[in-house]
């Protein structure tokens, strides 16, 4: 059974930092691009970023492009979000999704790709 778990999340203020993690267990974890993805209250989710299966290649959003890092540890089945220079409007509840993709140099940047979800950790940036 796979299990995708995210952690990391608080309150921060703006300006600050935060790291998030997600592991992920009951799968090849290097078989899987990962994604981060976020979605605020009243709005539509909004991809973040997505990595390829050890962590070649990066996509991030315009968004986010100079201010999160994405990562993995494939050895710890560990996904990571590195968020600096937060902003209000970085404030929503993040996910952490797995695919499997046969291109290890693939991440679908678009969460309908994804099948594995975790529950999400909500951040919230104060101004």
């Known amino acids: 059974q796979v299990q995708v778990v995210e952690s990391g999340g608080g309150l921060v203020q703006a300006g600050g930092s935060l790291r998030l993690s997600c592991t992920a267990s009951g799968l090849t974890f290097d078989d899987y691009a990962m994604g981060w993805f976020r979605q605020a209250p009243g709005k539509e989710r909004e991809g973040v970023s997505c990595i390829t299966r050890r962590g070649v290649n990066t996509y991030s959003a315009d968004s986010v492009k100079g201010r999160f890092t994405t990562s993995r540890d494939n050895a710890k089945n560990t996904l990571y979000l590195q968020m600096n220079s937060l902003k209000p409007e970085d404030t929503a509840t993040y996910y952490c999704?797995?695919?499997?993709?046969?291109?290890?140099?693939?991440?679908?940047?678009?969460?309908?790709?994804?099948?594995?979800w975790g529950q999400g950790t909500q951040v919230t940036v104060s101004s």
């Open positions: 999704a797995a695919v499997f993709v046969p291109d290890r140099y693939y991440c679908p940047p678009s969460g309908r790709a994804y099948n594995y």
